[in-house]
C-alpha cells in the first residue's frame, strides 16, 4: 500500500464520536445522496442498512476537503460496498440512480409525507401506504380512527413541516424560563437538541430542566405543563412521568435505550409578529412571550377568529393564508435530577448518530454502558460519576468533542 493511505487510517478514527463533525462540511452533495438512501432504509425496516448509509455520511461530513476522486476514499473507514458504488456515480456522473429512483418512488415519497405527520411513525406510514393512504389528505379522507397526537399532526401539519428559527426556539425558550422560575424558583433550563450543536433550524426546540437541589426536580414536569396550558401556550402535550425510580423495585428494564425521565412532548403556540403587540418583554423581539389572551385588545378577537378557522380547515391548504399571528411549534421537554444532568445533557444534545456511535465505543472499546443516566462500567462494576460532559469523555477515554463538533 501506498503510504499515505496508512497515514489516512491513522488520521481519521472509525466512530464519530473519535471526530469533530461540523454543521457546514465539504462534501454536501455525497452526504445528501447517502442520507436518502438511509432514509429510505429507516422508513422501510432496515435499521442496520441505515445506520451503514449514515456511518458513511457522517465520516464524509468530518473530513476537512472535498472528495473529488475515489482515490481520495483509500484507506477511509465506514465506507462499504454499497456506499462506494453509490460515491462513485454521484462523483462520475452527478447524480447516482439508485438514489434518483428512490426520491422519485411512490412508496418513499408517501412514506415521508405520512411520517411527516406528528405521532406517525414508520410502522404505522407502512400499514398505510398498503391501504393506498399516500398523503396526510388520503388519511384524513379515510375515517381512520387516529390518536391524539396524529389529530394534532394533521391539524398543524404544514406548521410543524416548517423548519422552526433559532428566533422562534429563543422565544419559546423565554416562554418555558418563564414557566419554570413561576412554579419552581431556582430551576435552570438549557437548550439541547440540534439547537445547543449551533444548527440555524430545526424539527422541533428541546430543553433539559434540572434544580440543583436533588429531588426539588420531583413532580416539576406536571407543574410547568399546566403553568403553560394556564396560559394557554400548548396546542399540544403529553406527559411521561420518571420511570427511573420505580424501575429500581422491580426487574423490568425499560424497553432498549428509552431513557426514563420526566418528559413533555408538546405544541406549543408562538405569537408571531403582528405590529401591534410586540414588546413587553424584549423590544428587540419579534414574539411575544405573553399568551395571546392576556390582554383584552382587538388581537385577542383576531387570534380568536384565526383559532376557529383553523380547526375546521382542510389539510393541505397553506396555513400562511390565514394569518401571521401565531403558528404551531414542536417542543420537546425533560427534566434530570442534578445528579444525571451532565449524562442527560449528553445524551440529548445529539446529533442520533452521535449519540449511538458514542453508547457502541463505550460498550464495544471499554467494556462500559453510558445512558442519559449514567455511565456503567462492567469490568469494575460500579457506576462512575461525572459532573460535567468534559468528565464522560474523559471517562470513556474520549477527547472532548464540543456540542458543534456533534453533528454526525
Ligand atoms: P432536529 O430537532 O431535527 O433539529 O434535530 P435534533 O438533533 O434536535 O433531534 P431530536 O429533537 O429528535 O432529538 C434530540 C436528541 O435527543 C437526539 O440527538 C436524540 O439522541 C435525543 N433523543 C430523542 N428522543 C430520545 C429518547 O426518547 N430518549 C433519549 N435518551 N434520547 C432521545
Ligand atoms: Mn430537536
Ligand atoms: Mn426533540
Known amino acids: 500500500a501506498e503510504p499515505g493511505a496508512e497515514l489516512q487510517v491513522a488520521l481519521v478514527p472509525s466512530y464519530a464520536c473519535q471526530r469533530h463533525t461540523p454543521l457546514l462540511h465539504h462534501n454536501t452533495v455525497l452526504t445528501d445522496a447517502l442520507s436518502i438512501l438511509a432514509e429510505n432504509a429507516e422508513l422501510t425496516d432496515n435499521e442496520g442498512r441505515g445506520v451503514a448509509f449514515r456511518r458513511a455520511a457522517a465520516l464524509l461530513k468530518s473530513l476537512p476537503h472535498e472528495i473529488r476522486g475515489m482515490e481520495q476514499l483509500k484507506g477511509l473507514p465506514c465506507l462499504g460496498d454499497h456506499c462506494l458504488r453509490v460515491i462513485k456515480e454521484v462523483l462520475e456522473d452527478g447524480t447516482c440512480s439508485e438514489v434518483e429512483t428512490t426520491r422519485q418512488s411512490g412508496q418513499f415519497t408517501a412514506l415521508k409525507a405520512l411520517t411527516g405527520i406528528f405521532g406517525v411513525g414508520a410502522k404505522t406510514a407502512d400499514r398505510w401506504f398498503r391501504e393506498g393512504i399516500h398523503t396526510p389528505s388520503d388519511l384524513q379522507r379515510s375515517g381512520h380512527t387516529l390518536n391524539r397526537a396524529q389529530q394534532a399532526g394533521l391539524q398543524y401539519y404544514d406548521d410543524l413541516n416548517r423548519p422552526v428559527t433559532k428566533a422562534e426556539a429563543d422565544a419559546i425558550g423565554r416562554i418555558v424560563e418563564r414557566a419554570v422560575s413561576e412554579v419552581l424558583p431556582g430551576a435552570e433550563i438549557t437548550l439541547i437538541g440540534g439547537f445547543r450543536r449551533g444548527k440555524n433550524t430545526g424539527h422541533d426546540v428541546d430543553f433539559l430542566i434540572t434544580h440543583p437541589d436533588e429531588g426539588k426536580e420531583e413532580g416539576l414536569m406536571v407543574k410547568v405543563v399546566s403553568w403553560l396550558e394556564a396560559q394557554d401556550f400548548l396546542l399540544y402535550q403529553k406527559t411521561t412521568r420518571n420511570s427511573y425510580l420505580e424501575s429500581k423495585d422491580g426487574p423490568a428494564r425499560p424497553p432498549s ?73 414542536r417542543v420537546d421537554l425533560v427534566v434530570s435530577p442534578y445528579s444525571q444532568f451532565s449524562f442527560a445533557l449528553l445524551g440529548w444534545t445529539g446529533s442520533k448518530l452521535f449519540e449511538r456511535e458514542l453508547r457502541r465505543w463505550a460498550v464495544h472499546e471499554k467494556a462500559m454502558t453510558l445512558s442519559s443516566h449514567t455511565l456503567y462500567d462492567s469490568k469494575q462494576r460500579q457506576y462512575l460519576r461525572a459532573n460535567s460532559e468534559e468528565e464522560i469523555f474523559a471517562l470513556l477515554g474520549l477527547e472532548y468533542v464540543p456540542p458543534c463538533g456533534r453533528n454526525a
Open 257 to 329: 435505550n428509552m431513557d426514563r425521565f420526566e418528559r413533555c412532548f408538546s405544541i406549543f403556540r408562538l405569537s408571531t409578529h403582528n405590529g401591534v403587540r410586540m414588546t413587553e418583554t424584549d423590544p428587540h423581539s419579534h414574539f411575544s412571550v405573553h399568551p395571546h389572551d392576556s390582554h383584552p385588545t382587538p388581537q385577542t378577537c383576531r387570534t380568536v377568529d384565526v383559532l376557529s378557522r383553523e380547526d375546521s380547515s382542510e389539510i393541505g391548504q397553506p396555513q400562511s393564508s390565514h394569518s401571521q399571528s401565531w403558528r404551531a411549534v
